[in-house]
């Protein structure tokens, strides 16, 4: 079996369009991870009762379901009940939601691994809650999680072909779909190399992030 250079050239228009939706899904999804992420952490802590618990039971839900169904039940379901999104923006929104509830969890751990004299001393100094948090607990909590953040984004990378599911194709839902029409396996095989070439250096960045934080703690 020979691999044939002319069929990955005839892949390469398709193989651009899936690596942009790939790279499109990746950062707004990891904006919403992120973001969502930190509100679902701080509101754990929150003092009301009426506030921690159906966060937390909102997050362990989906952080206890696959992917996969909240990707068909954003597509298929929730449209019955208000808009519907177009597939891509579906699987931002998913991606984003599913990994917040992770992310919830590492800034959670951050948050934690502040010492009880930064909570004291900002108390003592009368400042807000407010405050507080924006410039006492969170410049220190967040700056002890960013690797295990980073390697969250790694994770959603791997995760983002998922979204070929519900139409948003991706390099590798591209790629499928090529193979099955021209009944090739070159598409498969580029497709393969492009997320090592991809995820194999943004985990040697987040080692290098990881031991310069060390470092300078």
Do not use: C
Request: charged residues 15%; without cysteine.
């Amino acid at each position: 079996m020979t691999f044939d250079w002319e069929v990955v050239d005839d892949f390469m228009p398709r193989f651009w369009d899936g690596v942009l939706v790939t790279l499109q899904a990746l950062a707004l999804g990891t904006l919403i991870a992120f973001a969502l992420g930190l509100v679902w952490a701080m509101a754990q802590r929150a003092p009301q009762r009426w506030v921690r618990w159906p966060v937390t039971a909102v997050t362990e839900f989906i952080r206890n379901t696959p992917l996969l169904v909240q990707l068909f039940f954003l597509f298929y379901v929730v449209p019955q009940w208000g808009p519907s999104m177009s597939p891509l923006t579906t699987g931002i929104v998913g991606l984003g939601l599913h990994y917040s509830t992770y992310t919830a969890e590492v800034y959670r751990a951050g948050i934690d691994g502040v010492p009880v004299g930064q909570w004291e001393a900002a108390k003592a100094l009368s400042l807000s809650r407010g405050r507080t948090w924006s410039s006492v607990i969170l410049p220190q909590a967040i700056r002890r999680v960013v690797p295990a953040l980073g390697n969250y984004v790694v994770a959603m990378l791997k995760d983002s072909p998922m979204i070929a599911v519900i139409g948003a194709l991706d390099m590798l839902g591209e790629a499928r779909q090529f193979s099955n029409e021209t009944f090739t396996t070159e598409a498969i095989t580029v497709v393969g190399v492009a997320f090592i070439v991809i995820a194999y250096p943004a985990s040697l960045l987040i080692r290098v992030l990881e031991r310069r934080l060390v470092n300078n703690t």
